[in-house]
């Protein structure tokens, strides 16, 4: 739904004959569309200018493609390239934990060391088990970073990928305020204006509101489908500030 288009003044005037306003009526009902259109043409203009979500979950999705295409860059480096990423690469070893790299590498495995694991409830003495403590393992994943280089550089990357990715799936659901909406505010006014001139927004008929707000809408270029919901909407907000 774009910005609404400016009413020109021979189809204004078919608009006014058709539902026979009267003289004072058509002078009321042009000033208040001619205002109501540039207001909400300025509004959905704010709004376009705006970072909206839709722009970025495209963002996202630029972000991942782009990923992906890193990905297949690096898996194509030859020797040349994996010995310039080896040695300026060490240093990336210690982002990474020790669970993760034995996870996305399982045949490369860090020195355990003894660590003494208590029971509070326990009267024996403490019971020992090699595990792998981080902050001793910082030597052994600099040097994890230098052997994987480009594989490590791509894996994460790789789980990056799949956590935008599932996000973006699981962030689908729209947010924020959407077209149907806005056309649901305009109808409103419309209502609020049919109510001003003297008109009965309930009444039914040829040429009575629904009729009125479709040719409005047909006029400024926004789509007519479902309007008949909308229209009951407006009649409702109508009634409750009554």
């Avoid at 310039?84 to 990474?96: K, P, T, Y």
């Avoid at 090699?130 to 789980?159: D, P, W």
């Avoid at 924020?176 to 109510?195: Q, V």
């Amino acid at each position: 739904m774009g910005i609404p288009k400016a009413i020109p003044q021979r189809d204004m005037e078919a608009l006014f004959e058709a539902h026979g306003l009267t003289a004072s009526q058509r002078t009321q009902t042009e000033a208040f569309l001619r205002k109501l259109i540039h207001e909400f043409g300025n509004e959905i203009t704010k709004v376009q200018r705006r970072r909206t979500r839709a722009d970025d979950r495209k963002k996202l999705k630029h972000a991942i493609e782009r990923l992906s295409e890193a990905q297949r860059y690096l898996k194509t480096c030859g020797p040349i390239g994996q010995t310039i990423v080896r040695n300026n690469i060490s240093h990336l070893g210690e982002m990474f934990s020790s669970s993760w790299t034995r996870q996305t590498f399982p045949k490369f495995e860090f020195p355990k060391q003894t660590y003494a694991s208590v029971n509070p409830r326990s009267r024996t003495s403490p019971r020992e088990e090699r595990v792998h403590i981080e902050e001793h393992t910082l030597q052994y994943r600099r040097q994890f970073a230098r052997s994987q280089n480009i594989s490590l550089v791509s894996a994460a990357l790789g789980e990056i990928h799949n956590s935008l990715e599932e996000a973006l799936r699981r962030g689908k659901k729209r947010g924020g305020r959407n077209k149907a909406e806005l056309r649901s505010y305009f109808i409103m006014n419309l209502a609020e204006l049919w109510k001003q001139i003297g008109r009965d927004p309930w009444a039914t008929g040829s040429f009575q509101f629904p009729q009125f707000c479709e040719h409005v809408l047909n006029y400024v270029g926004w789509p007519t489908a479902g309007l008949r919901a909308t229209i009951s909407k407006a009649r409702a907000s109508l009634s409750e500030r009554s």
